[in-house]
């Protein structure tokens, strides 16, 4: 007989009246009269082809059809029970695979923290990283690639947005890069050769920083498009040429890089940052869990 076409409480009450060894005592378990559970037992008998459980003086013993049955039930039911009647989340025993979308200057400047405040609450949790190229190729947040973003606010139906902080943006050269002395004015900036983040078309801080150049009335001489504000960084640091970064990045490696902030006619700007997820996670302890840990330590690392 196929499975869809039986009742599974039938079931539930056979493992019931197994366990407990008597009819009287299954109807106290399950708080149903002894008659129901009887008109149950009949039910299931018939859908089987089998007595399941005969009478022996007040109690009951069970067929070898109902012998066989009774060790699957229990395991199955062992495991329903475990998964429906967990009871509060256990931050300690949480092991979990979590999925985090950041731009690598976030991966930088933040991941760290991240990192180690999740070894220390949640010591057997796993945490994946992907890029914000990742999120796009792998769909909105309502996949379930994704339990949380952390980068510019995102848009769409059913994303929860929460805003941390607007992370300034700051012009980088190499130090000893002749072309950046003294201050910057429009014309001096615009003759520079400039590397271009192309993180994704249409997202995140690529058309902030060229909304911030439009606005000074800036033109840009770019000569060179890269995925990453790492990749911008590292060809900055190797040539005369400059780049915009977040300052977060410029602050944990603009020293080792032997870069050097310059200032110029682009006026300051800031870009919102924001933690985003989906209402497909938004009722989750676990992932309430992580979020909340997650916006500890970037406040944590922002402050710093």
Known sequence: MSISSLDLNLLLVLHTVLREKSVAQAA????????AVSNSLSKLRLALGD??????????VPTPRAAELGPALARAIAELESVVDRG??????????????????????????????????????????VGIDSLLSLGDLASAEID???????????????????EETVLVARKGNRACAGRLGRARLSALG????????????????????ERAGIERSVLMTVPTFGAAAAVVAATELVTTLPRSL?????????????????????????????????ADP???????????????AATR
């Open 88 to 129: 509060p989340f256990d931050a300690s025993s949480c092991s979990r695979t979590f999925s985090l979308a950041m731009a690598d200057a976030g991966q930088v400047a933040w991941l760290p923290s991240i990192a180690s405040s999740l070894t220390k609450a949640m010591p057997h949790a796993r945490l994946r990283v």
């Open 250 to 282: 410029f602050a944990a490696h603009g020293a080792r890089l032997g870069l050097l902030a310059i200032a110029g006619a682009v006026p300051r700007h800031a870009v919102p940052m924001a933690l985003c997820w989906h209402d497909r996670t938004h």
């Open 286 to 300: 676990a992932a309430s869990a992580f979020r909340a840990l997650v916006r500890s330590a970037l406040r944590a």
């Open 51 to 60: 007595p399941l459980v005969t009478r022996r003086g007040r109690g009951i």
């Open 194 to 213: 400039h590397v271009r983040v192309e993180l994704a078309p249409g997202r995140g801080f690529r058309d902030a920083f060229a909304a911030a150049y």
């Open 148 to 166: 949380l973003h952390v980068g510019v606010p995102a848009r769409g139906a059913g994303i929860h947005v929460e805003r941390l902080h607007e």
């Open 28 to 35: 106290r378990r399950l708080h149903v009269t002894p008659s």
